[in-house]
């Protein structure tokens, strides 16, 4: 790890060491509780009834069948939901967005295959869905749009009202970009696609929701990326108070932004628990998540950059499609609003303009996955620095370097608006470059070349934004014992908190990492959160931690002194002891001092017993993580095939709490950002059917794909938060797939092909390189 001068961790210390997952014995020993793992007595089970057609009006809905079977409790349409019909909208700043939330079950009309239109409740899951197969929907198949440009043109019409079918729409730019355009020596366009895929979790969607009628308590359990999102969009629907619903959040077999959402069923299942007082579980089929959870990317870009006579990048302008999907959900609009802001990259260009158009198409709607939006803005400017690197016949590291931002302009405001706190994106370049060997590299792609191969080099370097929604809360309490319990808003789903939030606390408070209890994910143990995603957990929860910490540690230097009678300003924290600032003999044990805290008659007069505290902390902006990737390929003459020779990462996240799990982090990032670069692709025929609905048709990297991959880290940190961290989460799946296209496009060069889309799948370089 490169760190920053003057920012060398003190030795001994937790924070910065590479320490295993403790959470993880569990997991291997099978004592891991999902979702489908709870049972409650009088459990009943829940399915739903999904239309086979992507555009069809509902004629009628027979269910007197389904009703009649055996076990069977309850057989819902939208016309049971009474005023129950949709969910919340986020709001979007300086934006139009179209009011067309997802619906519950479907009403009048069917606008995606997999939208559900019933479910039935039953005694046992066979007994559902034998009734559900017994319900009887009569549609009138509609012409069904799902190419993303064709539906911006309006040849099919989703929603009445929306002309011209569009969810949202908004502008972001400043300074004089017409005039750049006026004045550039060359102007660089690029007509880029980037496709829908498939989040596909190991585990899919799922929830059991109670309910206690004498207390008048909800509790939901649910696979979700955090208990609160899910508690307060349940408020809103069901018109409950949030003091009414209990939701927690069991171990999560994977997330990736899909689990961000509430799922329609979700609400159904706690409306039947109130209405039958029986507990209900629902637990998606697999076909069901391909179909109808959301999916994520989905961009059409049509982009120019100005280019002046010595190679600056002097403006950017251009419109973005994104494709919705039929509905909103509450985040739908999210991943688009990023690009929005992320287009100009690290790029010093004075002036930019970019339009935004969310499109609906007869299609699952699209929400956020993992970098949700992030990777599509990395992927447009890097390919477009690239096409401009080509044009001006230049080398492309070379040409980024002389466009970076440089150190000394941080905080750094963009032309669209992104406040960049810190940064330092030379080094990574120069970093990543040194560690795949570039020079060397491109030597023996000469070599190569005159052989007949088709190797390529290429690089991304990106910087994203993190710590979204800006505040988090945290909770410390100190028993008698010693023992220490931190909880967290921030809620795990495979990201190791246990052991990361473990170790700011043992390091804080100059502790053993068994001293400390993390407790996560349940809205009885912390009321208020906001939790895990966009990269936010270290840097908002971790720094929440570390206020609550301090707080605790103040309260215990008071007794301290109180107990050795000197001044407080005479006391030290020392591992494990408190003593005399001058004289170590005189200490007491931070055990001493748990004990006494709780004891009115061993604490300072006016003290409260106990040391428990809780608070929030907030940022007063996002922190922006940046990289530098780099990747060598070669792509097969015979087959297409890419072979990926060598991957390089280097990623900047601020301070770095645990090396090993950030590492692991970043390289399961890359391996999904690699993934769909070259395989992964949701795809529609043009009756808007899915045509990869099963991973017998949807390919996704698995262990044996995985590359060499070296990934190392520097510090830059952030100057807004006691820890200095920005976050690591998404970082692989933003860099990857531009680093990986820019060297596909390297190694076709020859060939005299300038770029291709996604997926860079086997068949479609074939094809390229055939000239079809």
Known sequence: MHQTPGTALPAGTLIGRPLKRREDLRFIQGRARYVDDITLPGLARLVTIHSPHAHARIRGIRTDAARRAPGVLAVVTAADLGGISSLPLNPLKDAYVAQVPHPILASGRVRYAGEAVAAVLADTLASALDA?????????????????????????????????????????????????????????????????????????????????????????????????????????????????????????????????????????????????????KWIEQRRDNFMASTHGRGFDADL?????????????????????????YPATAMPASRVGELLTGVYAIPAARVEIIGVATNKVPTSPYRGAGRPDAAYMIERLVDLVARDLAVDPVALRRRNLIPPDRFPYRSPLGSLYDSGDYGRALDTACALVGYERQRAEQRRARAAGRLVGLGVCVYVEPAGGQLWESAAVSVRPDGRVIVRTGSTAH??????????????????????????????????????????????????????????????????????????????????????????????????????????????????????ETSGTFTLPDMVYPFGAYAAVVEVERDTGRTRVLKFVAVDDAGRIINPLLAEGQVIGGIMQGLGQALVEEAVYDETGQLATATFADYATLRAPHAPSITAEFTETLSPYTSLGAKGVGEAGTVGAPAALANAVADALAPLGVGHVDLPLNEETLWRVMRGR
Do not use: C
Not at 306 to 321: E, H, I, P, Y
Not at 500 to 506: D, E, L, V, Y
């Open 494 to 611: 495979g990201q190791g908190h246990d052991t990361t939030f473990g170790q700011i606390a043992a390091d804080t408070l100059g502790l053993p990492l068994e001293m400390i209890e993390v407790q996560q994910g349940d809205t009885e143990l912390l009321d208020r959160g906001v939790g895990t995603f966009g990269s936010r957990s270290i840097t908002v929860g971790g720094a929440a931690l570390v206020g609550e910490l301090e707080k605790v540690k103040a309260k215990m230097r008071r007794i301290a002194a109180h107990l050795l009678e000197v001044a407080e300003a005479d006391v030290q924290w020392d591992p494990g002891r408190l003593s005399v600032r001058g004289a170590p003999g005189r200490a007491v044990t931070f055990r001493d001092v748990a004990a006494a805290a709780h004891r009115p008659d061993r604490i300072p007069e006016g003290t409260d017993p106990g040391l």
């Open 304 to 328: 120019e950059v100005a280019v002046d006579s010595g190679g600056r990048l002097t403006a950017l302008r251009g419109t973005v499609l994104a494709d919705a999907g039929a509905y909103l």
């Open 132 to 280: 559900a197969a017994l319900v009887d929907v009569e549609y009138e198949a509609l012409p069904a749009v799902a190419d993303l440009r064709q539906a911006r043109a309006g040849a099919v019409l989703l929603h009445d009202g929306l002309p011209d079918n569009v969810l949202f729409r908004f502008v972001r730019g400043s300074g004089d970009v017409d005039a750049a355009f006026a004045a550039a020596a060359r102007v660089v366009p690029a007509r880029l696609h980037i496709p829908r895929i498939v989040p596909a979790p190991m585990e899919p969607r799922g929830a059991v929701a109670a309910y206690d009628r004498a207390a008048d308590r909800l509790t939901v359990w649910v696979s979700a990326q955090e208990p609160y999102r899910p508690r307060a969009q349940l408020s809103r629907i069901l018109g409950r108070p949030e003091e009414r619903i209990r939701v927690v959040v069991p171990d999560v077999g994977g997330a990736f932004g899909t689990k961000g959402a509430l799922a329609p069923e979700i609400v159904l299942a706690a409306r039947l628990a109130v209405e039958t007082g029986r507990p209900v």
